[in-house]
């Protein structure tokens, strides 16, 4: 598998509007985008870092994935999202090498990606977000 670099690292956030202040006033850094994924459940910002994003996400449903998250470990990093160039064959070769797979179709995430994530039961605990930017 050919990882091109760190693409974001998700983190998780009770109140998106409240972060994106922190990440703004006292990091310096710009939300260039705020987005629903109604697929995931979820309303994310985007901010950028030299190469790599910061990705907050805040739940949009109590017991939607990031709602979960938040209730069982708090706020916190949720994932890291490696970018890669073609990600059907990269879920192939994941499955190939064992790696459980949450997502065995890539499906449209934020900040005009497709995305898919490998289970951290496979991954050594971290949750890891395969992105590859969509074609226009």
């Keep these: 598998m050919e990882l091109t670099h760190i693409e974001h690292i998700g983190i998780a956030v009770k109140n998106l ?29 985007f901010f950028k870092i030299g190469q790599t994003k ?13 709602g979960r998250f938040i209730e069982n470990k708090g706020e916190g990093i949720h994932h890291i999202a490696f970018a890669v160039n ?8 994941a499955a190939s ?3 459980q797979l949450i997502d ?5 995430g934020g ?4 995305i898919a994530f490998l289970h951290p039961k496979s ?9 590859e930017q969509q074609k226009e």
Excluded at 54 to 66: D, R
């Design 17 to 45: 509007e409240e972060a994106i202040k922190y990440y703004e006033d006292v990091l310096g850094l710009k939300c260039y985008t705020i987005e629903e994924i109604r697929s995931q459940k979820t309303r994310t910002a």
């Design 54 to 66: 910061i990705e907050l996400l805040e739940s949009t449903e109590p017991y939607g994935p990031i």
């Design 86 to 93: 073609n990600l059907k064959d990269a879920l192939k070769e």
């Design 97 to 99: 090498k064992g790696i």
């Design 104 to 108: 065995t179709e890539s499906k449209k």
């Design 111 to 114: 900040d005009n990606l497709e």
């Design 123 to 131: 991954t050594r605990g971290v949750l890891t977000e395969l992105c």
